[in-house]
Structures are given as C-alpha cells and as structure tokens.
C-alpha cells in the first residue's frame, strides 16, 4: 500500500468514525426520551433541555398544503400525559405571555399529542419564517416552566416551509379555487389585481416558478412559501372563484385569463378595465 492510499483510507475510516458518533448520538436521544415513541417521528435537534421531532401527523399537513408542526419534549423524570394534568399545568401559568414573541398566533391549548393517541400535549401556533425551533423552545421553557415534569409541546406553523411542488414537475402549475377552472400554463397570465384594483393585497412574495405559490389564510391570498403564513376569517371573495394563484413577472399573484369562466356567479365576476377608464 502506498503512502497516498494509505492516507486515503484513514481518511474514509475517520468519517466512518464521524458517521457512527452522529448516529450514537441521535439514538441517545431516543434513549432519553421521556414521551411514547409513538407520538413522534426522528429526532431533529434540541436546545434548552428540550427535543425536537418530527410530528407524527407533519407530513400529512404539508401534503395539504396546510403548514407543518413539530412535536417538543421537554426532558423530565415523569410524563404528563392526561389532559386534566397538561391543562392544570398551563392554567397555572400565563400563557398570554406567549403573544408577545414574534410570530405567535395561539396559546396555550391543550389536545392530543398525535392523532389516533390519547396523550395530551401543550398546542401552540406561530407563523411560519418568524421564529426558530431554539427560540420557541426556549419560550415555552420561561413561560410554562415544567419543573421535573415530562411536557409534550405540539407547535404548528402556519403557512409552508417548502415549495408546494418542483419547477420541474410537469403537474407543478398554478392553484386555483375552482376545479373548474382550466388554466393554460403558457397562456397569458392577467392579474387579477388590474382588473380590479382592490385585489392587490391578496397577492405577495416574490417566486421562480409556481410551486413557490400557495394559497394562504383561508385561501383567499396568493403568496409565495417564503411569506410568513397567517390565520385569517374566511371572507368568501367570489370573484377568487374564476382566478388562479401562480408566479407572474417573478411574484405570487392571482391573474384571470377567461372572466367568464363557470366558476364565478355573473354578478361577481372580475370586469376588464372600460377603455374609458385612465
């Protein structure tokens, strides 16, 4: 063996030697878990005497296009699991404290740590590309403080942390409210929003393709993934019924080709500017 191979293979054993550490490592984490394996997916991090995994129902959510959520653990000797106890914990703090962080949307319920379980985990929301895990765990810790307690967190975020699709997807096209509604790909793409002016804040975010485009709050807005999601009532706009939400000029945006799709009633369909109008 020469010098060099003899260098490259002490090379190959210590990333070997790395590789085995991380997995020792993230077993570890399963070993010291203190909720049922059942409720969670892999282990993802930890910060603060807190884990992370992946939530049992995540990817399920981010199929539907509905955000995503992550399961936290807060490390201590003995589960509190029954919904009586989970809530007498929270009821005994300030969980309004927790509006007050960036993103935060809900506080501070309590439900089930996974579907199809009967555990009963903290449920808190925020929006999504506001704060992170390591943040969010550490709040939950000053707010809530557990004591010796095992604690479930269920945090959900809002809007997406993905594309919805590839750009190179052949199915990766625009979403629209209707599946009525037939949209050429390559056909010209009008925004809604010259049509009628008032559409305009229900587009945001800048995209590539029109994967980066979801159909946010209630599905009243056209934004791109990297939009921080929100929650919002559901204002019924009809007139989104005949628009489809995807990437134009570089930007998430609803735009029309046909105003006379079956989508839409007549008295709500989007009118094309009178050539009287400046």
């Known amino acids: 063996m020469t010098a060099e191979e003899a260098a490259d293979e002490a090379a190959e054993e210590a990333v070997e030697e ?36 992946e939530h049992k129902d995540a990817r399920e959510r981010l199929d539907q296009g509905i955000g995503t959520q992550v399961l936290l653990e807060y490390m201590g000797h003995a589960p509190l699991v029954e919904t009586a106890d989970v ?30 379980r009967d555990e009963a985990c903290v449920h808190v929301a925020f ?3 506001t704060a992170t895990l390591d943040e969010i765990a550490s ?11 095992c604690v479930g967190f269920v945090v959900k975020f809002i809007g997406r942390t993905a594309p919805r699709c590839k750009a190179d997807d052949p199915s990766c096209g625009p979403v629209a409210l ?4 037939t949209v050429a790909p390559d056909g010209p793409r009008p925004l809604l929003s010259e049509l009628n002016p008032k559409f305009a804040h229900f587009s945001a975010g800048a995209c590539e393709h029109d994967g980066d485009c979801y159909l946010a709050g209630c599905q009243q807005a056209c934004h791109a993934w990297t939009v921080p999601g929100f929650i919002s009532f559901c204002p019924g706009v009809s007139a989104l019924d005949c628009a489809a939400c995807g990437c134009v000029d570089g930007q998430c945006a609803w735009f029309v080709q046909d105003p006379d799709c079956p989508c839409a009633s007549p008295w709500v369909r989007p009118q094309r500017p009178s050539a009287r109008q400046p």
């Open 87 to 116: 809530k007498a914990l929270i009821d005994a703090r300030d969980s309004a404290q927790l509006f007050s962080r960036p993103g935060a949307v809900a506080s501070g319920g309590v439900g089930r740590c996974a579907s199809g």
């Open 139 to 149: 709040w939950l810790v000053d707010i809530f403080r557990p004591g010796d307690a």
């Open 18 to 53: 790395v590789v085995e550490e991380v997995v020792e490592a993230a077993d570890d984490q399963y070993d010291r878990g203190c909720l049922p394996a059942a409720l969670h997916g892999p282990w993802i991090g930890s910060h603060a005497g807190v884990n992370f995994y």
């Open 178 to 181: 209707c599946d009525a509604l």
């Open 127 to 129: 929006k999504t590309h």
